[in-house]
């Protein structure tokens, strides 16, 4: 037992010396507290660079206000066409007191369109222009160009911020109209 004891560590030794010298007279061997001193900052480095990458990614896909789209400002005065129906157009004037004349032209063959005329004020709060006065008429044209105007009567309805667009609905029409400005 004695004698497998000291083979077993004179090989302990040997290779020991053998790797001590392979490191070259310039290293010292490592000792532990170095090590864990090393180990130490490498982690720290590491937390860093995924806590800053965690923080852009974050940032990045945060979105500044989702209601952005909905709410705020919008000047509404200009022409319209509705993306959605593609036969309706919207003419609209900003008065001097900031609210709005609108007049909406919803064709519905080429001797009848449909004319709303609409009264009402911008709210950047809901981003919505609401009202109840709206006037409804049918115009309709006979094949020597004279004009008959019949089905007048009031309407609600609203006008909606999207983005740039205006969606609209009103208590006439049960198509709700998408309208991207054309001109100003």
Request: aromatic share 8%; hydrophobic share 35%; with cysteine.
């Amino acid at each position: 037992m004695k004698k497998k004891l000291l083979i077993l560590t004179t090989l302990i030794i040997s290779v020991y010396a053998l790797t001590a010298c392979g490191k070259g007279k310039e290293e010292a061997p490592v000792l532990p507290q170095e090590a864990v001193q090393e180990a130490a900052e490498e982690a720290e480095a590491v937390q860093e660079t995924v806590e800053e990458t965690v923080k852009e990614t974050v940032e990045a896909t945060e979105p500044e206000n989702v209601l952005e789209d909905f709410v705020g400002d919008m000047d509404l005065s200009g022409s319209w066409d509705d993306e959605v129906s593609k036969r309706a157009s919207m003419d609209v004037t900003k008065n001097e007191d900031g609210s709005y004349d609108i007049t909406v032209h919803w064709g519905a063959s080429a001797t009848e369109t449909a004319i709303w005329t609409i009264h009402g004020e911008y709210d950047p709060t809901s981003g919505m222009l609401s009202y109840d006065d709206g006037n409804y008429s049918i115009h309709t044209f006979d094949d020597k160009g004279n004009e008959t105007i019949s089905g007048e009567e009031k309407t609600s309805g609203a006008f909606m911020k999207e983005g740039d667009k205006l969606r609209w609905q009103d208590s006439k029409n049960a198509d709700a109209g998408l309208f991207s400005k054309t001109a100003e």
